[in-house]
């Protein structure tokens, strides 16, 4: 009998079906939703269990800015929609910066940046000489290092046919854009967020960015390489990096909050629940919530594990620039935590 | 039909044509997944909306492609969840002919499409997970985070209660004039 009713289930729910005009018509928006949409493309240095997943706040900050400089700030980072490293340009935190360099026909100049121990942000612009080498091209990119003033290699956006000079321990992953290329005057511009899922990023102090490819792509896929040496200084004025730090309401809490520390940029939280998730899905949906209501996601996670419990490191885009008092944090089928501002 | 490793890798490269197509080819089984799990359209289309775009938002959490049927259909069934959840907060005003209509269907031979969606929603999702998206038991405990013994105890309490209507519909077709 057992045999009939599986018989029956296979037939019922494998049939196929006529998808109404309702969901018709939602599936088809969608579709030309995505159409319209570029998704931002992410490299994840994935040393320990990185997970890239969803970045979507639901946060809204007020662009009631006058002063140019911070405008282009606004306007140079704003493509990459973190509602954190905005809040930071808002308030003044991105640096501009002049430092260019000249080599194979294209010149290079680092246009602004900024940093804490959460994110980092490098934007670009390129000329070439010749304006016909972007004729077709999808998108340029760089083969960079980023090494500060103590020699420390700090990010590395390398390819793997080419080795690494540091450990690549600082960056769990970065995000690159184009926000615009003219190939009839031969100008692009190359903007770069890079973040540390532990809050590890250390000063920007006499940092030199070492370029040593231009990378073109045609929009049919075909790589050119242009190999050369650009050196560019990052004049990093350093600004006292305002922070805030939060601790657990309620310290016998299931969610064991090691570090809350809000930086210019992001949150950076540590936390630690009892028992092994292998399932790194289960931290994919945690939340922030403020109390104004407002709820943030993060751009990715760390996990690693240790002593039966399970660590996870994140950046949320509440910036120190915040003025919360309180924030809970919210693992779906696993708990919530208070945190409150010391 | 296209290759879903090729189609997955090509759309984390940013080919968004790629990831509509990918998800054509599972249109029908996410739709039926939420069909299963949700009362009406409007609720199905927003599922599968709101699915399709954070499917395209974590493309790059997915780390095996030949993993995204289930990986999406997961993504799905949280949505569905949230819906039912919201839902269950909303009161609805009965009205005298919902009434009647649901005391008439009680008394009426039940399609097996209504008796599975008479289902409690946990062997509901057990069902769907292992008949629709193919998922084998295992695959389904991960999926829900339960034991693997739960959902294997799931699906049989399941196909008992479908198999014991089905013999009283069997008892009951006998006797109807």
Known sequence: MFNNVDKKLKNTLNKQEVIPLTVRQTLDETYDSIRNQKRKRKRSVNRTGLIAAAASTFLIIGFAVSNDTVMAGINKFINFGDKGIEQAAVNGFIQDSDSWATDQGINITLESHFSDANKLGLSFQMEFEDPSMLLNTADVSMDYRLKNGDGEYIDEFIPDTKPLKGDASYISGSTHQNPWLDSKTGRVQYDVVAESNEGAIPPLKNAVIEIESINVFSNTGELVKIDGTWNLSVHNKEKSNRTATFTMQNESSVIQVSNATANPTSLNVSFAVGGIYEDENTFAEMKILDDKGNEYETNGFTKKTKNNQTIISANFPITSFSDSKKLMLMIEGIGEVELVKN | ?177
Request: charged share 30%.
């Open chain 2, 1 to 177: 039909m296209a290759n879903v490793n090729a189609l997955v890798k090509k759309a984390k490269k940013g080919d968004n044509e790629a990831f509509i197509e990918l998800i054509k080819q599972y249109e029908q089984v996410l739709y039926k997944v939420a069909k299963n799990l949700l009362r009406n359209d409007e609720d199905v289309a927003d599922a599968m909306q709101d699915a399709i775009l954070s499917a395209f938002e974590k493309l790059d959490s997915l780390r095996n492609p030949a993993y995204f049927n289930t990986w999406i259909c997961k993504i799905l069934i949280n949505k569905c969840n949230s819906i039912l959840n919201k839902n269950k907060n909303t009161f609805e005003e009965l009205d005298a002919e919902k009434v009647q209509g649901h005391t008439a269907a009680l008394n009426v031979k039940m399609e097996f499409q209504d008796e599975l969606n008479a289902l409690n929603p946990d062997y509901k999702t057990a069902i769907v997970l292992y008949y629709i998206v193919g998922m084998n038991t295992k695959e389904i405990a991960e999926c829900l985070k339960e034991p693997e013994g739960t959902i294997k105890s799931r699906l049989s309490r399941a196909k008992s209660i479908l198999k014991s209507n089905h013999l009283k519909e069997e008892g009951t077709m006998g006797y109807v004039q």
